[in-house]
């Protein structure tokens, strides 16, 4: 079978009850946008015009079924996203302060996200994918840990590009020992990996991003990308490490802006039809424009999904830059 879609991802699909505004009482209002970094991720690359789909599991509930229908209006293939009436759709408070980071709150005493089974895995999607995608926040519980497992295991076998962001929420884990080991436990799979300046450091015990690059490429992976933020990323592979400046820009909400950078990324890896070894240096660093502009877009406006710009969006952009 040929490689029929371009994406798949797979792990958390919440809802980001993001802090918005007060009400004439007082009180904090937060506005329901739908989240979690894969989703974020595969509507970049659905509106870049590439072929998606998400695998996760979501509830049988008011916030499931407004996480499904958004999907689909974002293009992205649902057939695989599945329903528990078991469990209720995750749920994640997030608050903002002036500069637009964030704080986060979970509801995920089990949220359905952790519930994905290997056995509910569709093997033909798994290998009929060109790039495969995952994060952190599936390896946290079983059984989503080992579905998860065992995803990449059937992708990589069939020749997929394996992208890896091990995406740190530290209420989420037990304690930083395990985090740190369980979102380890995946970089040995991983082709491409992104990671956020912090996480890097936290995952390497290094000083330097430098360094940090250095330690994570011996695990494995062809290409490491440490987001800086407003300053942009820090790309590395074996024979070549860079920065690639960000894009200065008024941050209202940083919610996606690494999915949107790595969405952006890969989206333009795949527009070069070629495999990591036969990427030239100037051709990683063009992806990393992509990334970079998709995220200065994002973070212009609030919430996950629906700050995600449109691919003209992007290209008017980096005409501009």
Request: aromatic letters at 8%; one cysteine or more.
């Amino acid at each position: 079978m040929g490689k029929e879609v371009d994406i798949v991802a797979l792990g958390e699909l919440l809802i980001d009850f993001t802090e918005s505004g007060i009400s004439e009482s007082g009180m904090k209002l937060f506005e329901q946008n739908p989240g979690g970094a894969p989703a974020n991720l595969l509507t970049v690359a659905s509106h870049m015009g590439y072929k998606t789909a998400f695998v996760g599991k979501v509830g049988k509930d008011m916030h499931g079924a407004f996480l499904k229908k958004t999907l689909k209006q974002e293009g992205i293939c649902t057939d695989y996203l599945l329903e528990d009436e078991r469990y209720f759709t995750t749920l994640a408070f997030v608050e903002l302060n002036a500069n637009g980071e964030r704080e986060f709150s979970f509801s995920r005493k089990p949220g359905a996200d952790t519930q994905l089974q290997m056995d509910e895995l569709d093997q033909e999607l798994l290998e009929s994918c060109k790039i495969f995608h995952c994060g952190s926040l599936s390896l946290t519980d079983e059984p989503a840990r080992g579905a998860t497992v065992e995803a990449v295991t059937v992708a990589k076998q069939a020749g997929a590009l394996i992208s890896y962001d091990p995406n740190y929420r530290a209420s989420l884990w037990p304690d930083e020992e395990t985090a740190v080991a369980e979102m380890k436990s995946m970089i040995h799979y991983a082709d491409v990996l992104k990671v956020s300046d912090v996480e890097s450091l936290l995952l390497t015990g290094e000083e330097s991003f430098e360094a940090a690059i250095k330690t994570l490429l011996s695990m494995g992976p062809k290409l490491v990308a440490v987001t800086l933020g407003k300053d942009g990323v820090l790309l590395g592979t074996k024979n070549e490490v860079e920065r690639v400046a960000g894009m200065t820009v008024k941050t209202v909400d940083t919610t996606g802006a690494g999915d949107s950078f790595w969405g952006g990324f890969l989206s333009q890896y795949l527009s070069n039809k070629k495999c990591p070894e036969q990427m030239s240096w100037e051709e990683w660093k063009t992806c990393a424009l992509y990334g970079n502009a998709t995220a200065a877009l994002c973070v212009q406006k609030r919430g996950g999904i629906p700050a995600i710009p449109a691919k003209e969006e992007v290209e008017m952009l980096l005409e501009m830059n």
